[in-house]
């Protein structure tokens, strides 16, 4: 993720921030709002349980509390692997972008079981899938082992 915001976001504008999946474990220490500490930038953490780091709960799973194309980032990270129908959530991120911004999602493509709900694993072709089914145009998707 830094790398991500490091390569795509000058820090010469400000920038209005969605984190999806913000919600702070208990044994997480940090969070991407860090991440953002040298950009201007408003920040808004959505989940769909209130918790750290948690500005807005989402009362509908695929419904993000944000007025359509308002948001120049969408942070997502190690979250859609619990989500039961990501190209649901996918639709709802690029209703929420600007047209230009950017989505940055992180998501495992193997590992074990973890949390109570852990759908999905993701490859580069099922990320640029997910962007195709939404209308997003992909600037890049990997893999790292």
């Known amino acids: 993720m830094a790398e991500c ?3 795509y976001l000058p820090k010469d504008r400000h920038y209005r921030v969605v984190d999806v999946g913000s919600r702070r474990a208990r044994r997480q220490r940090l969070t991407h709002r860090q991440l953002l500490k040298h950009h201007d930038h408003s920040y808004l953490g959505v989940d769909i349980k209130p918790g750290p780091n948690v500005g807005a709960v989402m009362r509908k799973p695929y419904r993000i509390p944000v007025a359509g194309g308002s948001v120049d ?3 997502s ?11 649901a959530s996918m ?10 911004g950017y989505l940055f999602l992180t998501a495992p493509s ?12 993701y ?3 099922g ?3 997910l962007g195709a089914f939404s209308g997003l145009d992909i600037v890049e998707a990997r893999t790292e082992f």
Not at 77 to 87: A, N, R
Not at 91 to 100: H, S
């Open 5 to 7: 915001i490091e390569r």
């Open 73 to 75: 980032v969408v942070l």
């Open 77 to 87: 990270g190690q979250t859609f692997e619990h989500i039961l129908f990501p190209w």
């Open 91 to 100: 639709l709802e991120i690029a209703r929420i972008l600007k047209p230009g």
């Open 110 to 121: 193997r590992g074990h079981v973890h949390g109570p709900v852990d759908c999905w694993r």
């Open 123 to 125: 490859y580069p072709d």
């Open 127 to 129: 990320l640029r899938a």
